[in-house]
């Protein structure tokens, strides 16, 4: 069974302050992604990537940096975080071909 | 732009009865379309997925068809049961591109 582990699964975090997403992948996935999810948007794609060191822009990067420093591991980092990023944040990983993802159970965040 | 639209939100049934969750897409490339559920507080995870234009395709009891001529991917069962009850997403990927692009989903709900 693909495996995809996010961290934290909850997370409060103060409005102006740095957070870091932690994803980490044990399938030797080349592809990673974060989406978000809001009732009525769906799944939203924030980054991407295609493997250590690539990033790339989904729909919705503003707010949003990511940093993919190994095969494993892809991290979304909010610099100033915002009430408007309150969400849950699901990051998952795809092979090469794109036939499936396998999502991460999600993190809760809340910008209070 | 590639899109994907559903155009339910919530829809509730009574157990035993057939369901047809709507999905149609846009894009300009050749598409591969595919289903996700997302049972409560759990992660999203494949359904199932197109085959070739007009080939029916079916798993755990659902099914569904991708018809490019008039851009859908709709999703069907002919007998619901309580456990079917989840979040459906119909998402797009593009054939030259290893991205999921995700409808808004629809919520069913099933009712004894």
């Known amino acids: 069974e693909a495996a995809v582990t996010q961290s934290p699964r909850n997370k409060v975090a103060v409005t102006g302050g740095k957070v870091t997403l932690s994803c980490n992948q044990t399938n030797n996935h080349n592809n990673m992604y974060w989406y978000r999810q809001d009732t009525g948007h769906g799944l939203r794609l924030i980054h991407y990537s295609y493997g250590a060191g690539s990033t790339e822009k989904g729909d919705i990067p503003d707010g949003y940096k990511a940093s993919r420093p190994s095969q494993e591991n892809f991290s979304l980092i909010l610099e100033l975080a915002t009430p408007s990023q309150t969400s849950v944040y699901f990051c998952?990983?795809?092979?090469?071909?794109?036939?499936?993802?396998?999502f991460g159970k999600g993190t809760r965040l809340t910008v209070v | 732009g590639d899109s994907v639209t559903q155009t339910e939100g919530l829809v509730t049934l009574t157990k035993g009865l057939p369901v047809m969750l709507n999905c149609t897409y846009q894009t300009t490339y050749s598409p591969f379309l595919f289903w996700y559920v997302q049972h409560l507080n759990e992660a999203p995870k494949l359904l199932l997925k197109?085959?070739?234009?007009?080939k029916r395709t079916e798993h755990q009891g659902f099914y569904a068809t991708l018809h490019k001529s008039s851009s859908s991917f709709h999703l069907q069962k002919s007998s619901v049961q309580l456990s079917d009850s989840a979040l459906y997403f119909c998402?797009?990927?593009?054939?030259?591109?290893?991205?999921?692009?995700f409808g808004s989903g629809t919520k069913l709900t099933v009712e004894p």
């Open positions: 998402a797009l990927r593009m054939s030259n591109y290893n991205v999921l692009y």
């Open positions: 197109s085959s070739t234009d007009n």
């Open positions: 998952a990983s795809g092979d090469a071909k794109g036939d499936e993802v396998f």
